[in-house]
């Protein structure tokens, strides 16, 4: 027994050992990553360079997910990489006037999406860097029609010898999902306000419906034609040429015996195809040669954001200022995370504006299709109290503000969108799927009694009741008919008047205006300038935005996380590998579509009240 003691003793104290090394190794390896972030922290600036602009993933105007949760997914590689559209416009705009930066480089290779009003920012920022006199040069192995829009903007547009530049237009097709459920024996139920309201009719139907059809044409035409007349100012082209580019690329391409780069140089695309070796060496004639990798003086947009920082904290104006309150994404109750809006985290950010001295008028950006009710109506109360408390609000619209994202713009003094914002769909929806007769088919049958009309009502596993469905109905009428009446009310409307351009139809922008949806086609830019003017604000005064604050942890994992990454790659610990891997990236695309379907109405479905003011309106 007393040699068991003594080996317990001695297992106890190795343990214990062990966990103070385990301990000190952790320990260790949180220090090293501070001292490695604050150090990778500070930018050092060619005395002369270009400022090279890689922009990767999606472009986005907010980062979706908690900060931290953010930092970790993307150094495992468990999300899909994003740049901030703002991280990309505040640099070139600094960059105009550094004295350190010569010229911008623009490689689009690794963007994979942006909305076309994202895209227009981010232009106009370019338009204003070259009107500094400074060169912007722009390089792709190829160009996808977003890839070229941003290329199109630069003085030089060099495409690989190998590539080609592909411009299909603008297209709306959707999986519809009717036959499959049927064979499931599930019957989904739609209740809608609004005949053009086709959110939930892939589960009603089996094909477009005319409705549909009739606004994705005249939406779908209009952003055609904003991309046609943007890109050919740019280049100097008629905007005919896009279409005629597109229409006869299958025969141009056979014509030249399927030289797709040559094609794309023919029809003035593009300067001149290059390889990335002469790219550099062009480059390296505007900045100067440099021994690195690429031959040329250049740093990088997070170094060089990096180094701006603290000249931004110089010049931080503590007085008046315009608020910023971004709302991006999906919209559902309660608290939710950068990248979507929450009915209360949103509000509160609204409330911190409307209680802080400082802020003197407010612009609400917004980038979002709608979702609950009762969220957008929380966020729309407190867009009035603003106003009630004397602050200007601004509505300024990115690539999508439709349905809920609508609702909350209604209240606004002003309204401004892209020509080609995605907007209106000003309509309620509601689904119930029920699961009575798949129940069946396995020989499973429900049964029982109830102390009310409205026991067992909502189970799934039971027909829908006709007193259900006439208080879904009910309940989305009255929702349509709110809806209605703000925007009425914030438009200086007849509820007729705006019931006869709603009925759930999506307007791109320049009809908005038209149809006096929005006040003004104009960007974030313009809606800033216009809430200093109605706040008299004059000339000084700061542009300050409000987010939720970070704390130190996750403050320190997002400004090292490039670092963390390459660790945690270099541990072996991220992504998957080997056959299962590359199964995925094969099927990933095919399956895309379905699972984003999916995705989203597991995210609907938990909305409790299940009433949506929502826009199935992207854009492919």
């Known amino acids: 027994m007393r040699y068991l003691l003594t080996f317990l003793r001695g297992l106890w104290h190795g343990l214990d050992v062990l966990?103070?090394?385990?301990?000190?190794?952790?320990?260790?390896?949180?220090l090293t990553l501070i001292i490695v972030g604050l150090r990778g922290s500070i930018a050092h600036l060619p005395e002369r360079g270009a400022l090279i602009v890689h922009p990767s993933?999606?472009?986005?105007?907010?980062?979706?997910?908690?900060?931290?949760q953010r930092a970790l997914s993307e150094a495992q590689g468990e999300s899909a990489p994003q740049t901030l559209l703002w991280d990309l416009t505040r640099a070139?705009?600094?960059?105009r006037g550094d004295a350190h930066i010569q010229a911008l480089l623009i490689e689009t290779d690794d963007l994979a999406g942006a909305g076309q009003p994202e895209l227009e920012e981010l232009a106009a920022a370019i338009r204003e860097f070259r009107a500094s006199g400074k060169k912007v040069i722009a390089h792709g192995s190829y160009f996808l029609q977003g890839q070229y829009y941003l290329a199109a903007q630069a003085d030089e547009v060099y495409l690989d010898p190998f590539g080609f530049v592909m411009l299909p237009g603008y297209d709306r097709y959707r999986m519809y999902f009717k036959d499959a459920i049927d064979k499931l024996a599930v019957d989904v139920h739609l209740v809608r306000a609004g005949k053009f309201k086709s959110a939930a009719e892939p589960f009603v139907r089996r094909d477009m419906s005319d409705e549909e059809?009739?606004?994705?044409?005249?939406?779908?035409?209009?952003?055609?034609?904003g991309y046609r007349t943007s890109v050919g100012a740019a280049r100097h082209l008629d905007p005919g040429a896009f279409s005629s580019y597109a229409d006869g690329y299958a025969a141009a391409v056979q014509k030249a015996g399927g030289d797709l780069a040559g094609v794309a140089k023919a029809a003035g695309l593009v300067t001149a195809l290059s390889t990335d070796a002469e790219v550099d060496k062009r480059m390296a004639e505007l900045v100067g040669a440099d021994d690195g990798k690429r031959g040329f003086q250049g740093v990088m947009l997070d170094d060089y954001l990096r180094a701006l920082r603290p000249e931004e904290r110089m010049h931080h104006n503590a007085g008046a200022a315009v608020g910023v309150i971004v709302a991006s994404g999906e919209m559902f109750d309660g608290d939710q995370p950068s990248g979507t809006i929450g009915g209360e985290s949103t509000a509160a950010l609204l409330r911190q504006a409307r209680n802080d001295d400082s802020i003197k008028?407010?612009?609400?950006?917004?980038?979002?299709?709608?979702?609950?009710v009762l969220a957008a109506e929380q966020i729309y109360r407190e867009v009035q109290l603003l106003r009630a408390a004397g602050k200007p609000v601004i509505a300024s619209m990115g690539d999508l503000a439709a349905s809920g994202g609508y609702y909350i713009a209604a209240p606004a003094d002003e309204i401004l969108a892209s020509a080609n914002t995605i907007t209106g769909s000003i309509g309620v929806f509601a689904t119930v799927p029920t699961f009575d007769r798949t129940l069946a088919k396995l020989g499973v049958h429900v049964d029982g009694v109830g102390t009310t009309a409205l026991s067992g009502t909502l189970r799934l596993d039971r027909p829908l009741q006709p007193a259900m469905e006439a208080i879904l109905q009910a309940g989305?009428?009255?929702s349509y008919a709110q809806f209605i009446e703000r925007v009425a009310s914030g438009r200086h409307k007849t509820p007729a008047e705006i019931d006869a351009i709603a009925q759930g139809r999506v307007w791109a922008g320049r009809d908005a205006l038209r149809l006096?949806?929005?006040?003004?086609?104009g960007g974030y830019d313009d809606a800033v300038h216009a809430a200093a003017q109605r706040a008299r604000l004059g000339k000084d005064y700061d542009v300050r935005v409000i987010e939720p604050e970070l704390s130190f942890t996750e403050q320190l994992l997002l400004s090292t996380r490039g670092t963390y990454a390459t660790l945690v790659r270099g541990a072996g610990l991220g992504g998957g590998s080997g056959l299962g891997a590359e199964l995925r990236t094969q099927l990933a695309p095919q399956l895309q579509p379905l699972e984003r379907e999916v995705a989203r109405w597991q995210r609907l479905a938990a909305t409790p009240q299940h009433t949506l003011a929502y826009c199935f309106c992207a854009v492919d």
């Open 361 to 372: 008028a407010v612009v609400l950006r917004i980038d979002s299709p709608g979702g609950s």
């Open 516 to 521: 006096g949806l929005i006040d003004r086609i």
């Open 92 to 95: 070139i705009r600094s960059a």
């Open 213 to 225: 059809r009739q606004e994705s044409t005249a939406y779908l035409q209009s952003l055609w034609l």
């Open 57 to 68: 993933g999606e472009i986005v105007e907010q980062l979706a997910g908690e900060p931290l």
């Open 476 to 478: 989305v009428d009255h």
């Open 19 to 30: 966990r103070r090394v385990l301990h000190l190794l952790l320990m260790l390896a949180l």
